[in-house]
């Protein structure tokens, strides 16, 4: 499978694996219609969007996708959701969705981690599946974490905008600082590092210098330029102006929706400058604009939520942590609008091949920081 095909479209078996858990305890919707009373009841799957909205064109849309695809392949789901505007809604939200008689929640985002152990630790039988994080649960076996390894991407991201820059500088930001944000950024650093280091390269990168040390889904320190938020666009485009007022001609921001600012300051400082996005395929979540991106550092989430979905309707839910990585294709790198050298997507190719192996490593500090 080539690495330009969507992630969206990949199937991760891993959720469907011979080691599953019979689904007990679930509450099931309505009757589908009045003239089919004696026909089975609608499973009902459910999302609670982080704050960038159901309509970020990243993760809390990816989710989105994730149910609407589970829903084209078993017609027996009905799927609903509930946009959070702050952390206040988490808890309401998630609760509504208990109520509603939800056969599995998914929730989205290391921001709703305290909403959802809440909410699983005093519902033991909901089903639960949660994106970026592991929140801690008490008793059951009713959650499941999916999470990314995506520095892995991150790295063919960073070696692609060190040979793709014409200035010799790029640039990353992040919405928060968390680890799921950070490993992209620490991925993005290694992947320049080590295009510097094979091809006798200097190109610098500005808002993010990893700490000592390896990175981890549970640990990812560094400091960097963040936004504090996943929604405020217009800091966005302020901090990417700022970028390549710096020098930068390609900029990754780790942000969701607040990435959209970054694509209209590329648009604003014209030709020569573009934006690598992140999480959901740049050139599909936002059409209209893929002539700006280099690329796209995509994770899973449409197919893992699908997957968990479809599990938890056929009664074969596992809990635990299904883990994304280039080899499971739970991450990858996507081009974007922009031209890239047949050579550079060979060097690339063989470069995924010796992170799947463990031969390279995406660990920033393992090559020298110029």
Not at 274 to 287: E, F, I, T, Y
Not at 305 to 313: H, M, P
């Amino acid at each position: 499978m080539s690495m330009g095909e969507k992630v969206g479209a990949r199937r991760l078996g891993a959720l469907l694996g011979a080691a599953s858990l019979v689904l007990g305890g679930l509450t099931f919707g309505a009757s589908i219609a009045a003239s089919s009373a004696g026909a089975a009841a609608k499973f009902k799957a459910c999302v609670v969007t982080d704050t960038g909205g159901i309509n970020d064109k990243s993760f809390n849309a990816s989710a989105w996708k994730g149910l609407q695809d589970a829903a084209k392949k078993n017609k027996n789901i009905a799927i609903s959701y509930l946009s959070s505007t702050s952390s206040a809604d988490y808890a309401p939200n998630i609760n509504t969705f208990i109520h509603k008689g939800c056969g599995i929640i998914v929730t989205v985002g290391f921001l709703m981690d305290s909403a959802t152990a809440a909410a699983a630790n005093a519902h033991p039988s909901q089903k639960f599946a949660i994106v970026d994080d592991a929140p801690t649960v008490k008793k059951g076996t009713h959650v499941l974490a999916l999470q990314y390894e995506t520095d892995q991407a991150a790295f063919l991201g960073g070696y692609l905008a060190a040979a793709m820059t014409k200035t010799g500088t790029v640039a990353t930001y992040g919405g928060m600082q968390f680890p799921s944000v950070t490993m992209y950024m620490n991925g993005f650093v290694a992947g320049v590092r080590y295009y510097n280091k094979v091809r006798g390269a200097a190109v610098k990168v500005l808002g993010w210098t990893p700490a000592a040390g390896a990175c981890s889904l549970a640990k990812c320190d560094g400091t960097g330029t963040f936004v504090g938020n996943f929604t405020d666009q217009t800091a966005g485009k302020t901090i990417t102006a700022g970028d390549f007022a710096a020098g930068a001609d390609i900029v990754f921001p780790v942000a969701g929706s607040v990435g959209l600012g970054s694509v209209a300051a590329a648009q604003q400082a014209g030709k020569g400058h573009s934006v690598m996005w992140v999480d959901s395929n740049g050139c599909v979540s936002d059409a209209a604009d893929c002539s700006w991106f280099v690329g796209t550092v995509a994770k899973g989430v449409e197919p893992s939520v699908r997957d968990a979905v479809l599990a938890a309707a056929s009664g074969k839910f596992k809990a635990g942590t299904y883990l994304g990585t280039l080899k499971n294709q739970g991450t990858a790198l996507e081009y974007g609008g922009i031209s890239i050298p047949a050579s550079v997507k060979s060097q690339i190719a063989t470069i995924t091949k010796g992170i799947e192996s463990g031969r390279i490593s995406v660990n920033p500090n393992s090559y020298p920081a110029k």
